[in-house]
């Protein structure tokens, strides 16, 4: 009974991290809109929230200090901003699709509690970092506890603070966090869609079964990835709708955070700025662009040195680039096809991309409006394969063999990657005429 509790209180604490700094009223203002944004205001608590951690894990102050300034700073603001009509009123909580996001969120977190066991990478890796943070260790500690030295930490960063910071302080109780940022993300990405609410639910439903998968919650840090994608996605629809920056900063902290999830955050990050350099003459505003860029390098660059000089940086994983020989490519094409069908049929949310994708150019008088926003898809689609393709040639002749990295990792890989191209499903399903 009481680990129930606790798994309710941790929902509790995201939301009290969700609902802080911003107010309705604020976030209304700075991003001019007034219909369908509570899982983006969620979203954007979430993540200055989550960005003032990660600076201050780049320093010697207590995590714990800023729980607490957040817990007490959101109870009275928000007692506050409900009284004078400047928060989101008691009628969202009788909203049939924010009662199913928190049905979902608390089913899945008891489904994680009873069966709360780590994969290998999870626990060898990746829980030693998540442990540092979970005992105020800072990024410059890392070096001095278990797991490989050049994987990024802000994942972990999360874990170890709501680890900490839960109820029973059990270790699943950190994890529950990715399980909140998966599901905020795919209902933030559904609240794009016009159907009326039981059809949305349904569709939710839908993407949730074909882009859930327990292992990935077993101390993988992929799911982040995910999310972010999609986040960052929708804000540059934002901005490609609406041109206002504010929208392209979210997009640009969403793809720069991804570097600090996983290693090949950093590929992710340069393969959509050279989209957006492709793709720059259809831009209005192509100084933002440029300057969305350029800052994305100068980040890159940041985490580059600072891994460099104070842990280790390996960012091929001990692949080599180099020209294969006819033997070796035919060896490649065949171990590397079958691995990407696997994938797909492992994560067949890449069905339902290919399908809108393939219907965008069959039926593109249909799509006028969003005509922008699937061209710069359609070449980020094919600039992702290619980036797949060269990371997988680059470990041909690595000593653990191309197999075992096509098994162990292409699926994963691919899980991420979908995150971005999930606003094209929906935006197909915008233009099907479904009636209940």
Request: hydrophobic content about 55%; some cysteine.
């Amino acid at each position: 009974m009481i680990e129930i509790f606790g798994i309710f209180l941790s929902l509790l604490l995201f939301f009290s991290f969700s609902l802080f700094p911003l107010n309705v009223k604020l976030y209304e203002k700075l991003l001019f809109t007034k219909i369908n944004y509570t899982y983006d205001f969620l979203f954007l608590n979430l993540l200055i929230n989550f960005l003032i951690l990660f600076i201050i894990s780049f320093t010697t102050l207590n995590y714990f200090n800023y729980f607490l300034f957040v817990i007490f700073s959101s109870f009275v603001l928000n007692i506050i901003y409900y009284f004078n009509d400047l928060n989101i009123k008691l009628k969202i909580f009788k909203n049939l699709n924010f009662i199913f996001f928190v049905i979902i969120n608390l089913l899945i977190f008891t489904y994680l509690s009873k069966d709360p066991t780590l994969s290998w990478d999870g626990l060898e890796n990746w829980y030693y970092k998540a442990q540092g943070f979970f005992y105020n260790y800072n990024f410059f500690d890392l070096k001095v506890i278990g797991g490989v030295d050049y994987y990024p930490h802000f994942g972990t960063l999360l874990w170890g603070f709501f680890w900490k910071n839960s109820l029973l302080q059990y270790e699943y109780s950190g994890r529950l966090i990715y399980v909140f940022i998966f599901l905020l993300s795919i209902f933030s990405i559904c609240d794009l869609l016009k159907n009326k609410n039981n059809v949305k639910i349904i569709i939710i439903t839908g993407l949730i079964l074909v882009c859930f998968d327990n292992f990935l919650f077993k101390g993988y840090q992929e799911i982040l990835s995910f999310s972010f994608l999609i986040f960052a996605s929708k804000n540059f629809f934002y901005y490609l709708q609406k041109q206002k920056n504010i929208f392209l900063v979210i997009s640009f902290v969403c793809f720069n955070f991804l570097p600090w999830i996983k290693n090949e955050g950093y590929l992710f990050v340069v393969v959509f700025s050279i989209s957006l350099l492709i793709f720059i003459e259809q831009f209005p505003k192509k100084s933002a662009i440029l300057l969305f860029i350029l800052f994305s390098i100068l980040m890159l660059l940041i985490k580059h040195l600072l891994f460099s000089y104070y842990l280790e940086s390996n960012l091929i994983h001990g692949g080599n680039f180099y020209l294969p020989n006819i033997a070796e490519t035919i060896s490649f094409i065949k171990l590397f096809s079958i691995g990407f069908v696997v994938a797909l049929f492992k994560y067949k949310i890449w069905f339902l991309i290919l399908i809108s994708f393939y219907l965008f150019s069959k039926k593109s008088g249909n799509f006028k409006k969003f005509r922008s926003l699937i061209s710069l898809l359609r070449i980020n689609l094919i600039l992702f394969f290619i980036l797949v393709l060269c990371i997988y040639i680059s470990v041909i002749k690595h000593e653990y063999g191309l197999n075992w990295w096509i098994e162990n990792s292409l699926d994963r890989i691919i899980y991420q990657i979908s995150g971005l191209f999930i606003i094209g499903v929906i935006i197909y399903i915008n233009n099907m005429k479904i009636k209940f």
